[in-house]
């Protein structure tokens, strides 16, 4: 199966390639053939050109552009202990991302992103959008659902290497339609859609599904057009979702990647399900600062049980640039690269972070929905980072992270605290 996927995502991507080449041929072929002049002309307007950001190809008057960037996450996981007491240390590349992003006669952007990490192909992002009005962009396809804070987040320009426990209750992408865009100068943005509906800290596929869920999210960046200066990088806002879903539930992952809780195999998905969370980020200088809140109320059904369950989560994230860059929700930018010969100076960008996160569990789950011997009524994470910016497309990260389990009932629990540390080495271009 797997084996088909692969074959599949690089047909898609070679018709693509194809299309797309041929539009711009004209362009090409002016600066590999014919005569001076017009190769002179092809080549002032840049018809093919590789820069920092990738690269790109163009047509003459560059109403039709495609851009080739993507990155690769080498990552190590170490356990000193972990939930079943295995100890599972593990390698693996966990994403392999090319992206193909562009724009279609100056008016309809698109974005094309597989991902062959982990062993398991898929297509994270497939869409188009309307850029004719910043206040009103139209998007269709699959995308990341515009809810959490952490989520929405590039995932490579994350402060650690995987997201906090707060993103257990909240989907990632979604096959659906939105509108979104900015007003006042980009101090107000928002994005509302209806989408496929996705269990909880997993991406949807192609499949739609009978469940439905209407997502919404503004934003406000009260002081970023103001002379405040020491407010222009505070941002706040509000999420949330509602809709109906039925069939299977999620699994909730620690920072490690391992299940610390699953609902058991006869509970459904089994009516309304709604999503609510307030966030909020301040960034100043080298500081960084992005915290979020998120409950996720769900109707579920075992056998003649019905009952709704409601869990909730929150992450606080700090992050300071111990070389002065300036720090961003959008991520950080190296002022000097890893270049030891030119002094003391010149040693890349360094980061501190440092992360706290906890779920709660709904203890109406058990015992009727949840084992008390294999699921926790709730987990806390802590962790420290230290990531080195070699240069703009080579990162370095670590961290360190510890989380402990609470139990459904006194003495029920039988999982480990879970100690990791978590190595990656990240590739973009």
């Given at each position: 199966?797997?084996?088909?996927?692969?074959?599949t995502?690089?047909r898609?991507?070679?018709?693509?390639?194809?299309?797309f080449?041929?539009a711009?041929?004209?362009?090409?072929?002016a600066?590999?053939?014919?005569?001076s002049?017009?190769a002179?002309?092809?080549?002032?307007?840049h018809?093919?050109?590789l820069r920092?950001?990738?690269l790109?190809?163009?047509s003459e008057?560059t109403?039709t552009?495609?851009r080739?960037?993507?990155y690769?996450?080498?990552?190590?996981?170490f356990f000193?202990?972990d939930?079943?007491?295995?100890?599972?240390?593990?390698?693996?590349?966990r994403?392999?991302?090319?992206?193909f992003?562009?724009?279609l006669?100056?008016?309809?952007d698109f974005?094309?992103?597989?991902?062959f990490g982990?062993?398991n192909?898929?297509v994270?992002?497939?869409?188009?959008?309307?850029?004719?009005?910043?206040?009103?962009?139209?998007?269709?396809?699959?995308?990341?659902a515009?809810?959490?804070l952490?989520?929405?987040?590039?995932d490579?320009e994350?402060t650690?290497?995987?997201?906090?426990l707060?993103?257990?209750?909240v989907?990632?992408?979604?096959?659906g339609a939105q509108?979104?865009?900015?007003v006042?100068?980009?101090?107000?943005?928002?994005?509302?859609g209806?989408f496929n509906?996705?269990?909880?800290?997993?991406?949807?596929?192609?499949?739609?599904h009978?469940?439905?869920e209407?997502?919404?999210?503004?934003?406000?960046?009260?002081?970023?057009r103001?002379?405040?200066?020491?407010l222009r990088?505070?941002g706040?806002?509000?999420?949330g979702?509602?809709?109906s879903?039925?069939?299977?539930?999620p699994?909730f992952?620690?920072?490690g990647?391992?299940t610390?809780?699953k609902?058991?195999s006869?509970?459904l998905?089994?009516?309304?399900h709604?999503?609510?969370?307030?966030?909020?980020?301040y960034?100043?200088?080298p500081?960084?600062?992005?915290?979020?809140?998120?409950?996720?109320?769900?109707?579920?059904r075992?056998?003649?049980n019905?009952?709704?369950?409601?869990?909730?989560?929150?992450?606080?994230?700090a992050?300071?640039?111990?070389?002065?860059?300036?720090?961003?929700y959008a991520?950080v930018?190296p002022?000097?690269?890893?270049?030891?010969?030119?002094g003391?100076?010149?040693?890349?960008?360094?980061?501190?972070?440092?992360r706290y996160?906890?779920?709660?569990i709904?203890?109406?789950?058990?015992p009727?929905?949840?084992?008390?011997r294999?699921a926790?009524?709730g987990?806390?994470e802590?962790?420290i980072?230290l990531n080195?910016?070699v240069?703009?497309?080579t990162?370095?990260?670590n961290?360190?992270?510890?989380?402990t389990?609470?139990a459904a009932?006194?003495?029920?629990?039988s999982?480990?605290?879970e100690?990791?540390m978590?190595s990656?080495?990240?590739?973009s271009?």
């Amino acid at each position: 199966m797997k084996s088909f996927c692969s074959v599949t995502l690089s047909r898609m991507l070679a018709l693509f390639l194809v299309v797309f080449l041929d539009a711009v041929a004209p362009a090409e072929s002016a600066v590999f053939g014919g005569d001076s002049s017009a190769a002179v002309a092809a080549s002032t307007s840049h018809a093919s050109y590789l820069r920092a950001d990738g690269l790109t190809f163009s047509s003459e008057s560059t109403s039709t552009q495609l851009r080739i960037h993507g990155y690769l996450q080498g990552d190590g996981h170490f356990f000193s202990s972990d939930p079943k007491g295995q100890s599972p240390d593990k390698l693996l590349f966990r994403r392999i991302r090319p992206q193909f992003e562009g724009t279609l006669f100056k008016v309809l952007d698109f974005r094309f992103m597989p991902d062959f990490g982990q062993n398991n192909p898929q297509v994270q992002d497939i869409h188009v959008e309307l850029n004719s009005f910043s206040f009103a962009r139209p998007r269709f396809g699959k995308f990341k659902a515009p809810i959490s804070l952490e989520a929405l987040r590039s995932d490579n320009e994350a402060t650690f290497p995987e997201r906090s426990l707060a993103s257990n209750l909240v989907p990632l992408r979604e096959l659906g339609a939105q509108l979104g865009g900015s007003v006042l100068h980009g101090g107000v943005s928002y994005a509302a859609g209806y989408f496929n509906a996705t269990n909880d800290g997993s991406n949807g596929n192609f499949q739609w599904h009978p469940g439905n869920e209407a997502a919404a999210r503004i934003f406000f960046q009260p002081f970023l057009r103001g002379n405040a200066a020491p407010l222009r990088g505070l941002g706040m806002g509000l999420a949330g979702s509602s809709g109906s879903q039925r069939g299977t539930l999620p699994k909730f992952k620690t920072a490690g990647q391992n299940t610390f809780f699953k609902y058991s195999s006869t509970a459904l998905a089994d009516g309304q399900h709604n999503r609510l969370s307030p966030q909020a980020y301040y960034y100043r200088g080298p500081l960084g600062i992005m915290g979020e809140y998120t409950i996720s109320s769900q109707q579920v059904r075992n056998g003649t049980n019905v009952r709704r369950l409601s869990h909730q989560a929150w992450q606080a994230t700090a992050s300071f640039m111990l070389t002065g860059e300036k720090n961003s929700y959008a991520g950080v930018r190296p002022l000097r690269a890893f270049e030891p010969y030119k002094g003391i100076r010149h040693l890349g960008g360094w980061e501190i972070a440092a992360r706290y996160s906890h779920i709660r569990i709904d203890r109406s789950a058990f015992p009727l929905f949840a084992d008390v011997r294999t699921a926790a009524a709730g987990a806390a994470e802590f962790g420290i980072a230290l990531n080195w910016y070699v240069n703009r497309f080579t990162r370095v990260m670590n961290s360190c992270e510890r989380s402990t389990f609470q139990a459904a009932v006194p003495g029920a629990l039988s999982l480990h605290s879970e100690n990791v540390m978590m190595s990656r080495i990240q590739f973009s271009f």
